[in-house]
């Protein structure tokens, strides 16, 4: 399995980006995607993620209204459009993928996001003000 992120950039806030991750060895609808961010010295969050149990797409709240992720199974492809950015935003951000990923939780800060079976390296997105 693998995942590679890609998309990041630096932006002036309110700009907007494209983060796209590339998957492979994955059945999409079977396995929990998700997105994490993270800044040093800070706790990793859960951005978004897309549920195998019930296909719903869960938000971190800071970030609902702004950020839409899709998937594309042909490509084996999820993105993350992240709209209205701002400084806060500024983080590493991962792709990760399990089966028994709880994508409520997973948004709730609620898991161990170390524990999660596949994560790509991250890209890096620096929101400027």
């Known amino acids: 399995v693998q995942l590679v992120e890609s998309g990041g950039g630096s932006v002036q806030a309110g700009g907007s980006l494209i983060l796209s991750c590339a998957t492979s060895g994955l059945t999409f609808g079977k396995i929990a995607i998700g997105w994490f961010r993270q800044v040093p010295g800070k706790e990793q969050e859960g951005v978004a993620c897309?549920?195998?149990?019930?296909?719903?797409?869960y938000y971190l709240d800071s970030v609902k209204g702004r950020f839409t992720m899709t998937s594309d199974s042909a490509k084996n492809t999820v993105y993350l459009r992240m709209n209205g950015l701002k400084p806060e935003d500024t983080a590493t951000y991962y792709c990760a993928a399990d089966v028994l990923l709880p994508c409520a939780r997973a948004v709730a800060g609620a898991i161990n996001y170390d524990a999660v079976d596949y994560r790509g390296k991250g890209t890096l997105v620096t929101v400027s003000s």
């Open positions: 897309i549920s195998n149990e019930d296909a719903n797409t």
